[in-house]
């Protein structure tokens, strides 16, 4: 069974910090393009970070220089890690693979003074 699992949310002041870890299983996870997206209160869901399974990285250009994504392949899992976090940054956020048809349940960031 595909699975995605997010963890690694929570409560953040601006300027603070948080790194997001997004757990699979049932595919093979190194032969594929991850993602990670966001969705805030009442926003489309938009895109924040890519890393080809070369290991090549994108970012969203209101996360460049504050957000770095990673992998881990022996470990199944894919990494956000966020810093200088600002309230916009305030959203659920999903991870999924480029080909693979499911969703996490996504983890609640939130960045408030």
């Known amino acids: 069974q595909v699975q995605l699992v997010e963890s690694g949310g929570g409560l953040v002041q601006p300027g603070g910090s948080l790194r997001l870890s997004c757990a699979a299983s049932?595919?093979?996870?190194?032969?594929?393009?991850m993602r990670w997206y966001r969705q805030a209160l009442g926003k489309e869901r938009e895109l924040v970070a890519s890393?080809?399974?070369?290991?090549?990285?994108g970012y969203a250009d209101s996360v460049k220089g504050r957000f770095t994504i990673s992998r881990d392949n022996a470990k199944n899992t894919v990494y956000l890690q966020m810093n200088s976090l600002k309230p916009e940054d305030t959203a659920v956020y999903y991870c999924?693979?480029?080909?693979?048809?499911?969703w996490g349940q996504g983890t609640q960031v939130t960045v408030s003074s």
């Open positions: 999924a693979a480029v080909g693979i048809g499911a």
């Open positions: 890393i080809t399974s070369a290991y090549s990285t």
């Open positions: 049932g595919f093979p996870l190194s032969r594929f393009t």
